[in-house]
Every structure is written in structure tokens, then in C-alpha cells.
Nanobody, 117 residues
Framework: QVQLAESGGGLAQPGGSLRLSCVASGTTAAISDMGWYRQAPGKERELVASITHDGRGNYVEAVKGRFTVARDNAKNTVYLQMNSLKSEDTAVYYC???????????WGQGTQVTVSS
């Protein structure tokens, strides 16, 4: 069993920055890829950024060049650095963890990111 605890969400102005953190606990050795999803009101949840166990990141086109995903396996933590924020980035952001030997993944509770002047 894996638990994911998120932090770092909040209110930012357009052009500002936020850093989200997600700390995994439990059977963390089972975790392979991790990722950040977001869901805006009235829209489906979408994958924003993912990162493999060895640190290879991938991004949805809308955030390329602005967001950076990173992980520290020793701390069982994944980060999402969000720069040059836009109002379109406003959403609930969710941390997700895949497992090496299971198709069952884990979700964080979600953290609200609001970008507004």
C-alpha cells in the first residue's frame, strides 16, 4: 500500500511560480513511474507531466518550457516546479504513482492551484 501526500498548492499571479511536492510512504519500493495530473472545472483529468524511476521527464505540450518535474527517490518525493503560470493552469493537481508489478496505481488527495490577478 502506498500513500501520497501533496503540498505546495495555492494562489499565484499570472507569471508567478509555485512548486508542488508529493511525498510517498508505505511500500515505496514498489513505485515506478510517477506523474502529475490536473483537472479544471468542467474538464477531464489530464496528465501534465510524468517521470520515470530514473528521472526521465515528459510533459504535455501546454506546459513545456514552463513546468519541470523532478524526483528524489531517496526522499520518496516528486516535485512539479511551475513557472510562468497562466490562468489556464488553474486546476486541482493530483500526484500519481505507478507500480512495477501491478496495473493498480495510487493517487494523492489533490491540491488546488489558482492563477489569478
Amino acid at each position: 500500500q502506498v500513500q501520497l501526500a501533496e503540498s505546495g498548492g495555492g494562489l499565484a499571479q499570472p507569471g508567478g511560480s509555485l512548486r508542488l511536492s508529493c511525498v510517498a510512504s508505505g511500500t515505496t519500493a514498489a513505485i515506478s513511474d510517477m506523474g502529475w495530473y490536473r483537472q479544471a472545472p468542467g474538464k477531464e483529468r489530464e496528465l501534465v507531466a510524468s517521470i520515470t524511476h530514473d528521472g526521465r521527464g515528459n510533459y504535455v505540450e501546454a506546459v513545456k518550457g514552463r513546468f519541470t518535474v523532478a524526483r528524489d527517490n531517496a526522499k520518496n518525493t516528486v516535485y512539479l516546479q511551475m513557472n510562468s503560470l497562466k490562468s489556464e493552469d488553474t486546476a486541482v493537481y493530483y500526484c500519481h504513482a505507478d507500480q512495477w508489478y501491478s496495473n493498480y496505481g495510487y493517487w494523492g488527495q489533490g491540491t488546488q492551484v489558482t492563477v489569478s490577478s
